[in-house]
């Protein structure tokens, strides 16, 4: 599976982004996707994650209310919508996904990582 992210930019705080990952597979809606994100000097973290088919969903509590993850399985694509976007939300951010369908939240289920788009957010 490749999966191509894009979306990220540079924006004020309050301000709204929608990144979008794009993936090559056929069987799309047996992945559960995810996106984490990285700072810099800090380890990638989980945001969002969507499974496959049920659309069960699970967030980052410092992101839930603001960040709304979906998917359209007739595009191959997941997106995360960002809303009141703040400073410590600054990070490049990787779409991701799991086999089995599932809405995992653990970096080490994923096996296939896109290649990231940063998102910067000033103050």
């Known amino acids: 599976v490749q999966l191509q992210a894009s979306g990220g930019g540079l924006v004020q705080a309050g301000d709204s982004l929608r990144l979008s990952c794009a993936a090559s597979?056929?069987?799309?809606?047996?992945?559960?996707m995810g996106w984490f994100r990285q700072a810099p000097g800090l380890e990638r973290e989980f945001v969002s994650a969507?499974?496959?088919?049920?659309?069960?969903?699970n967030y980052k509590g410092s992101v839930k209310g603001r960040f709304t993850i979906s998917r359209d399985n007739a595009k191959n694509t997941v997106y995360l919508q960002m809303n009141s976007l703040k400073p410590e939300d600054t990070a490049v951010y990787y779409c991701?996904?799991?086999?089995?369908?599932?809405?995992?939240?653990?970096?080490?289920?994923?096996?296939?990582w896109g290649q990231g788009t940063l998102v910067t957010v000033s103050s």
């Open positions: 969507i499974s496959g088919t049920t659309g069960s969903t």
């Open positions: 991701a996904a799991t086999p089995g369908g599932a809405a995992a939240v653990f970096l080490r289920s994923y096996v296939y």
């Open positions: 597979s056929r069987t799309f809606s047996s992945y559960g």
